[in-house]
Nanobody, 118 residues
Framework: EVQLVESGGGLVQPGGSLRLSCAASGFIFSINPMNWVRQAPGKGLEWISSISSGGGSTDYADSVKGRFTISRDNAKNTLYLQLNGLKTEDTAMYYC???????????RGQGTLVTVSS
């Protein structure tokens, strides 16, 4: 059974940082490109970052470029997202998703909530 389990979300003040993790199981993680996507309250799903299977290539949405960093540890079957310089508009449910950048995503986790508020 394919599982993606996100963790690391929470309440943080503007300008703060968080590190999200996504533990993968049930498939060969190391050969799959991975993504982070988010959904803000009342809005649709927004792609924010992708990483190639080996980790050598990354891509970011303009809204997070320079503030967020995607990485992966294939030995641990884990995907990460470092969030720095958080803004109130970054408040959303964050999901990891398996597949190419533009989808379709074959799997998505249950999400971890990031709330940026003073």
């Amino acid at each position: 059974e394919v599982q993606l389990v996100e963790s690391g979300g929470g309440l943080v003040q503007p300008g703060g940082s968080l590190r999200l993790s996504c533990a993968a199981s049930g498939f060969i993680f190391s050969i799959n490109p991975m993504n982070w996507v988010r959904q803000a309250p009342g809005k649709g799903l927004e792609w924010i970052s992708s990483i190639s299977s080996g980790g050598g290539s990354t891509d970011y949405a303009d809204s997070v470029k320079g503030r967020f960093t995607i990485s992966r540890d294939n030995a641990k079957n884990t995907l990460y997202l470092q969030l720095n310089g958080l803004k109130t508009e970054d408040t959303a449910m964050y999901y990891c998703a398996r597949g190419p950048r533009d989808g379709p995503y074959s799997s998505r986790g249950q999400g971890t909530l990031v709330t940026v508020s003073s």
